[in-house]
């Protein structure tokens, strides 16, 4: 087991990275409240059949008394009406300050239970047990929170941190390959802003990481945790650093909102869209001037080739159908988005100085 330290101002938590680790849930949790009550797991139709009954188990082995709660899967579940029954469902189930809610899931399951405990009784304590690979390397960590609405994702939200995230990668084994694949794009991400290092050790360890090889995937994990852990330490709030975390996701946001998963039945999910967006991020900040390495355009479309992800626009696509999206970027101010761009590997910036021309030899690229 791999323990990484997220340290900030809304609170400092253990982020647990290893095999057989539910198990150890209500120890762990008992540790750090010990007067805790009422537990209240929340956790979506798929994950709840899959390893719902584990960690009731794991709750109750250690005395304690918990029920578990699920919601549909799906990004629709990041709604109003669900959060709404999920209030409810804790004053029926007499939650009080002192309870803890479990989110047992992927990043919908995360940030929806995260947003129910930052709310409750104006607050209280979540353990994150992250069940995607996306979740255990992104979602889980950092403590954003938050719902969507019909005009856009994430739209409504607050900060609020985990006390601990328990990363079982035994979880990982049930995940469909596709999912697995998503979630690897926020890995190069992680890599192309913060860390030449970790590009290199993918291109050495990519089959072993899509044959979910256990001690080469906790290594994996860790890594990008304590990445991610950085980052928010430096800036919990997103009032500067943080938002290099939003590489690739401009356009990828972009994409996601016309051919997203939520939006049609045969849909992208949010790690292919984000994958384009990372070619497209590269082939902009080499429009603008900033790529000081133009090679790490191909280098990143081959490992996300590898890792069986999309490079280009789905067939047919036009890019320009994008553009209205860019200017409603959570990150765009005034109607301009703020850019992060790649200098090299594992160096990054912030800008929102880029002309609509550069923009669309991006996305003109991302045709090909
Ligand atoms: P998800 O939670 O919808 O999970 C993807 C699919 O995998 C679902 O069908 C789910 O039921 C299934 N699944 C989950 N774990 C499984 C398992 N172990 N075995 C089998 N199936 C399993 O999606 P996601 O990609 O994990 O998360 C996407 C969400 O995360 C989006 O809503 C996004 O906005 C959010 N997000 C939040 C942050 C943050 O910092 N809070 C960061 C990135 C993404
Ligand atoms: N996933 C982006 C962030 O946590 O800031």
New binding site residues.
Partial sequence: MTEVQVATPGGSYAIKVGAGLLPSLGAELKALRPRVTQILIIS?E??AA??GSAALGALGNAGLSASLVTVP???GS?SLAQLGALWERCAEAGLDRASCIVAL???????LAGFVAATYMRGIAFVQVP??L??VV??SV?G??GIDLPQG??LVGSFHQPILVLADVD??A???ER?IS??LA?VVKHGIIRDPGLLDWLEQNAEAILALEKGRLSELLAWNCRIKASVVGQDERESGLRAILNFGHTIGHALEAVVGGHVAADGW???ECVAVGTVGALVLSQAVGALQEPALIGRTEALLRRFRLPVRLPDGFESKAILPYLARDKKATGGRPTWVLAERAGSSLLTADVTEAQVLTALAYLEA
């Avoid at 899931?105 to 940030?111: I, L």
């Fill in positions: 979506d798929t994950v899959l390893h899967t799906g990004e990041k899931g992927g990043g919908v399951v995360g940030d069940t995607t996306l979740a992104d979602s950092g954003k929170t994702k994430n979880l990982l049930t995940l469909p999912e998503a979630g926020e999910v949010h790690g």
